[in-house]
């Protein structure tokens, strides 16, 4: 059994700086790519950062600018920072690691339940 689990969403006001966290736990045997997606109301998920084990990172154009995403590999940890924050940011931001339970299994996608951030004046 695996599970992701974030924190840190909150209801900020325009300009606010957030620091979101996602842990993996449970029966883990390797942690692959780790990411940050979030999803508006009425929209669909988009991916806003992926990073490697390896610490190699990918900001798409949600991030660029003002969001960095890191990972620590022996907390099976993975972060979001999210700097100037603007109302249109406003959506569940979730995690999503690619695991293997055991060295013979195939990698999976699994997703945390997300976390709330909400911008607003």
């Known amino acids: 059994q695996v599970q992701l689990v974030e924190h840190g969403g909150d209801s900020v006001q325009p300009g606010a700086s957030l620091y979101l966290t996602c842990q993996a736990s449970g029966q883990i045997f390797d942690i692959g790519t780790m990411a940050w997606y979030r999803q508006a109301p009425g929209t669909k998920r988009e991916l806003v950062a992926t990073?490697?084990?390896?610490?190699?990172?990918r900001h798409t154009e949600i991030a660029k600018g003002r969001f960095t995403i890191s990972r620590d590999n022996g907390k099976n940890t993975v972060y979001l920072r999210m700097d100037n924050l603007k109302p249109d940011r406003s959506a569940v931001f979730l995690c999503?690691?690619?695991?293997?339970?055991?060295?013979?299994?195939?990698?999976?996608?699994?997703w945390g339940n997300g976390t709330q951030v909400t911008v607003s004046s």
């Open positions: 990073v490697t084990r390896e610490h190699n990172v």
């Open positions: 999503k690691a690619d695991i293997r339970t055991t060295p013979f299994d195939n990698t999976v996608g699994y």
